[in-house]
């Protein structure tokens, strides 16, 4: 559904809308997939919209207000803005069939979390989108659901798609995520997981999909001794935040997405390997924080020097201990093992002595 109302910027709905079909013409599962379109909506017609097609997607591409409301047109063509608690109940009446509504709208955040309550996925912006960065999004979106991935998946791929078109605002689309268990009865062909075993429940794969991330981050990949300590310390506790919390950040703390939190897994199993998990995550941030506070670490120069060499060896081993669970579980949804880091050999250990030795040999007399 589009609407550009005459009294509002113009907008490139016409060539959003060729993008996506063209993307889902050439999708290898384009035959699950057909597109109907509407253009010019007043409010009145989403609803015979939705009567008409029956849809498990619904994507509105217009103008959105700073209080949230979302730019439909008059019987002029003019701007009718409609406020969020009523999208949410119309959506209501209708969540039964909707599996997901994409609002490629300003501000339109504000009526994906009014929305959610009824939908089991709701993309919206938290704050202006260009109009460049709403289609690139959509390209992104409808790619990765033509190729078979999940809708979450395919959110992370239209906010890619943002990044390798130049456009900074890939932290502009926000996904807001039901939190409901009946959502692992309404999969739709949105929605396919494909080569997964049995082992979990779709409710579970939903709330693995979501963590996912927090593990494929150089945090868990780079040795210590070569790290940026405070920017792993950073990942390491918004990991923590997610799994705990259902939240993820960036390592600036902005709120990329909203999903579950560990302790809504259904299986024991996988409640007790992340909360395991969890207690690696806060050892490490318990070992560098006892480090920073009795002086056994610098940071200056852009290396590390630790003066005690088992600093080092306690945050890698921990962090191989969270990946050695993670691997043992994600492997089992056919993903690919995450990288061990290296072991502290003694040839590794000489160059740390090394860099050390020469550091404090170079300051030690601005001490």
Request: proline share 4%; glycine share 6%.
């Amino acid at each position: 559904m589009a609407s550009d109302p005459s009294d509002a910027a113009r907008l490139h709905l016409g060539q959003e809308l060729r993008d996506i079909r063209e993307k889902l013409q050439l999708a290898k599962q384009r035959d699950k997939f057909v597109l109907e379109s509407r253009e010019a909506v007043r409010p009145g017609d989403i609803t015979q919209a939705i009567f008409d097609v029956d849809p498990q997607i619904i994507h509105f591409s217009g103008h959105g207000t700073s209080t949230g409301e979302l730019c439909f047109e008059d019987v002029l063509g003019k701007v009718q803005p409609v406020k969020p608690e009523a999208l949410a109940a119309l959506f209501e009446l209708v969540a039964k069939q909707v599996n997901c509504i994409v609002l490629n709208a300003c501000y339109s955040e504000i009526q994906a979390k009014a929305i959610v309550q009824y939908v089991p996925y709701v993309i919206g912006t938290n704050q202006a989108i260009g109009d460049k960065a709403a289609i690139a999004f959509s390209v992104g979106f409808y790619k990765a659901l033509g190729a078979n991935r999940t809708i979450e998946q395919a959110y992370k791929f239209g906010c890619v798609e943002m990044q390798l078109q130049g456009i900074p605002e890939h932290l502009t689309p926000v996904l807001y995520i039901q939190k409901n268990s009946a959502m692992q009865e309404r999969e739709s062909a949105t929605s396919i997981t494909t080569g997964l075993t049995n082992e979990f429940s779709a409710h579970d794969r939903e709330i693995l999909d979501f963590f996912y991330p927090c593990f494929d981050r150089a945090a868990f990949r780079i040795p210590f001794i070569i790290e940026v300590p405070r920017d792993m310390i950073y990942a390491i506790k918004h990991t923590i935040c997610a799994l705990g919390t259902g939240i993820r950040k960036t390592s600036d703390g902005t709120i990329i997405a909203r999903g579950r939190s560990k302790a809504e897994f259904e299986s024991e199993t996988l409640r007790k390997q992340f909360d395991e998990i969890s207690v690696h995550l806060h050892d490490i941030t318990k070992v560098y924080e006892l480090a920073v506070s009795t002086n056994q670490l610098d940071e200056r120069l852009g290396i590390v020097i630790a003066k005690d060499k088992a600093i080092p060896a306690i945050i890698d081993g921990k962090r191989n201990d969270v990946i050695k669970i993670v691997n043992n579980i994600y492997t089992k949804l056919n993903r690919v093992a995450f990288p061990l880091i290296p072991d502290n050999e003694d040839n590794k250990f000489y160059l740390f002595q090394q860099i050390r030795e020469q550091y404090w040999n170079e300051h030690k007399d601005s001490k």
